[in-house]
């Protein structure tokens, strides 16, 4: 479902991210596949020197359909980037690389809190992040760092995943599907 990023998985990549409802929402745009290309070789390069934890999203055939990043990492905390290809919106991807994500950087990384900073006009990644149990609003409890980069121009929403509340949130998980198996039993 996840691996590091790749130089060869570059063109597959920028042909779904520059699709017009892909392409506003990603943070690192490129104008050409050349560029592309370039971001691609920094980030890699960034993760080496442990500024940023960066993968690549996959379809159930090893197909690459989008990225999932950790960017600006201070203190065991980074803000969350991620896109997927149009064709692969609405299929429950976001979902399963988040989890996928999430285990690896809580659980392998130690990393202690996930942030989100999502534009306003971006319904898609709102609802997403709504969805998710473990992720709680962060406009009033983290107001000075949101207003860091909230501009007249650009106005954001943030919110936090906390390792304990994410840790709680597998823990359940894992009950409810024990619970399951045994009824089925």
Do not use: C
């Not at 905390?77 to 999430?102: M, R, S, V």
């Amino acid at each position: 479902m996840l691996k590091k990023r790749e130089v060869q998985d570059s063109h597959a990549l920028y042909e779904l991210m520059v699709h017009p409802e892909v392409f506003p929402f990603v943070r690192h745009q490129a104008n050409s596949f050349e560029e592309y290309l370039f971001l691609t070789k920094q980030t890699i390069e960034a993760e080496e020197r442990g500024e940023l934890i960066s993968r690549t999203i996959l379809d159930e055939w090893g197909a690459p359909i989008g990225t999932i990043s950790l960017f600006d990492i201070q203190d065991n905390a980074g803000f969350l980037g991620t896109w997927i290809g149009k064709p692969y919106h609405g299929k429950g991807y976001n979902k399963i690389a988040k989890d996928h994500f999430f285990n690896e950087l809580f659980f392998e990384l130690n990393i202690e809190t996930i942030f989100l900073k999502i534009r306003q006009g971006n319904i898609r990644s709102m609802k997403a992040a709504e969805k998710l149990p473990y992720t709680m609003n962060a406009n009033e409890t983290r107001k000075s760092l949101l207003e860091q980069f909230n501009t007249a121009e650009k106005q954001f929403n943030l919110f936090e995943i906390s390792k304990d509340l994410y840790h709680l949130y597998t823990m359940r998980s894992a009950e409810e599907t024990a619970e399951q198996h045994l009824k089925e039993a």
